[in-house]
């Protein structure tokens, strides 16, 4: 009776563990059914591929050797195109001498080469989007110095306002460059790089004014031309340790080329690329300049294309300004030498050949400095106040510099007072610059900021009509619209919807 007992008891167990594997199996079935992963989430989220942007890779890559290169060869390009603008205050001089112009054809050829600046600009800009930076500014390099080699040779002054314009459209291509150094440095270092980029500028302003004070005199104007291009020729060899954007070859859909970019920019820099794949989709409508007056950027555009204006305008008049008023002996000194003191008016006489002296040469050099000396103050409003309120607070002080100069002091006063205009126009155009390489996304940057000098160039052929043809008229009806302009610039700042302080630059609109 206990055996039978027994295997009763053995039978339930068997049947009841063998009832327990059914269930189980049941119940893994279902789960398999209603896709529940059997293993744990940890195992799961270790299987998964893990993807990264090019803006994770440039900022895990940070700020190294390959940007020092960067910086250096991009900003010997500001030397070059410096050397272009900056030409044309120096000869403007000799040029009236050898060909008998009057105000008007000395101020048309600095409007022919903004010409060409700004026809070129959308094009280079356009062309730029859709197939690359690095190939626009290296051809404008070669564009620009073969050019204004051929000025030198100019048998007349049509044929020298016509390669002065070819000129112009060089340099729309090498300003593409801020766009692809722009697109290389990390958020958090762009505000405290690119202004600094000021320094080139204004080494390549004081190298042409050098060469006017010490080859004009010697050999005359068009061996300072054939000097002055040297620093290109050079600059084309460097160039080639530059790569394309990586930006922009993401959003062109060449992931290998942008990994090759990455991988050599790390290397270079001691560090490595995040984990995983590079992933981000192509961008298939580059270059489209309808989104720039999309909803989106309507209001940006329309306010940075007056502010790239006000920009050219006030720049290039402050230079030529300085140089007319130096040139004619226009301004008003209270200790001013028998030199000085003789004023050169075009009613007085059709042609008149007043060339450069070495105290209007040391005027020109020390107002040069003025653009670099206030870099500290550019960055540190660019850090603490963001890039709209930097660009109302220095419209506003070029507005007042820009009347200060109108009135009577001593030449040292007026040094002073130039320098101090260079320096803040100079951080306008920073700041300006700085804005519209962030404001935009990449599909458009080229683009945006190819309309955008195009209009800085309308303001570039209105400032020498202004400076160097109603200087002569009246100096205070000449400086007034440049302090207008600024006053209403800075207003139309405070309407600017985006602030671009800290913000990573997109990819897409």
């Known amino acids: 009776m206990a055996l039978k007992r027994s295997s009763s008891m053995k039978t339930q167990l068997v049947n009841g563990i063998h009832l327990e594997e059914l ?9 398999s059914s209603n896709n529940t992963p059997a293993e744990p989430a940890e195992a799961k989220a270790h299987t998964e591929p893990k993807y990264y942007t090019v803006e994770d890779a440039v900022e895990t890559i940070g700020f190294g050797r390959f940007h020092i290169l960067l910086f250096v060869i991009m900003g010997s390009a ?31 050829v600095s409007t022919m080469v903004f010409l060409g600046f700004m026809v070129f600009g959308v094009l280079c800009g356009y062309v730029a989007d859709k197939y690359g930076r690095w190939k626009v500014v290296f051809g404008g390099f070669i564009w620009a110095s073969y ?55 204004m080494l390549g302003s004081m190298l042409i004014i050098v060469l006017g004070m010490t080859v004009v005199p010697t050999m005359g104007w068009r061996w300072m031309i054939r000097f002055s291009i040297i620093p290109s020729i050079i600059l084309l060899g ?46 298939t409508e580059r270059g489209n300049a309808f989104t720039l007056i999309s909803p989106a950027y309507r209001r ?23 140089s007319e008023l130096l040139e004619k002996n226009l301004l008003c000194f209270t200790d001013a030498d028998p030199e000085h003191q003789i004023k050169h008016k075009q009613e007085e006489a059709l042609c008149y050949c007043i060339p450069f ?62 320098f101090l205009l260079r320096s803040v126009v100079s951080m306008n155009f920073n700041v300006v610059y700085i804005y519209t390489a962030e404001v935009y996304p990449t599909s458009v940057r080229s683009i945006g900021m190819g309309f955008c000098t195009s209009f800085s160039r309308v303001g570039g052929m209105i400032a020498p009509f202004i ?12 400086l007034s619209p440049f302090a207008t302009a600024c006053v209403i610039g800075a207003i139309g700042v405070a309407f600017m919807p985006i602030e671009t302080k800290g913000r990573a630059l997109l990819q897409h609109g």
């Open 300 to 322: 940006t555009s329309f306010l940075l294309w007056y502010s790239w204006f006000v920009a050219s305008f006030i720049y290039y008049g402050s230079v030529l300004s300085s």
């Open 78 to 108: 500001n030397i070059v195109e410096a050397m272009e603008i900056m030409l044309l205050a120096v000869v403007s001089p000799e040029i009236r001498c050898e060909w008998h112009l009057e105000d008007w054809q000395v101020a048309l």
């Open 23 to 31: 269930e189980l199996e049941e119940e893994i079935n279902t789960s």
């Open 147 to 201: 050019f204004s080699l051929l000025t030198s040779f100019s048998p007349s002054y049509g044929w020298f306002i016509f390669l002065r314009c070819m000129v112009g459209c060089g340099v729309a291509a090498t300003s593409q460059g801020f766009i692809l150094k722009t697109e290389f440095i990390p958020a958090k270092h762009r505000a405290f790089l690119l202004p600094l980029a000021s320094v080139f500028w």
């Open 357 to 418: 002296n070495m105290a209007d040469y040391q005027t020109l050099l020390i107002s040069c400095l003025g653009e670099v000396a206030l870099i500290p103050l550019n960055i540190a409003l660019l850090n603490v106040f963001g890039r709209k309120p930097s660009m109302a607070i220095l419209l506003v002080l070029c507005a007042i510099f820009f009347m200060l100069v109108n009135i009577c002091t001593t030449m040292f006063g007026f040094t002073v007072l130039l």
């Open 467 to 478: 400076a160097q043809v109603l200087m002569s008229r009246s100096v205070i009806l000449a």
């Open 238 to 283: 460097l160039f080639l340790f530059i790569p394309e954007s990586a930006r922009f070859q993401v959003s062109a859909g060449n992931i290998k080329g942008a990994m090759s970019t990455l991988n050599w920019i790390a290397r270079m820099n001691g560090v490595s690329l995040p984990e995983g794949e590079l992933r981000e989709p192509e961008v």
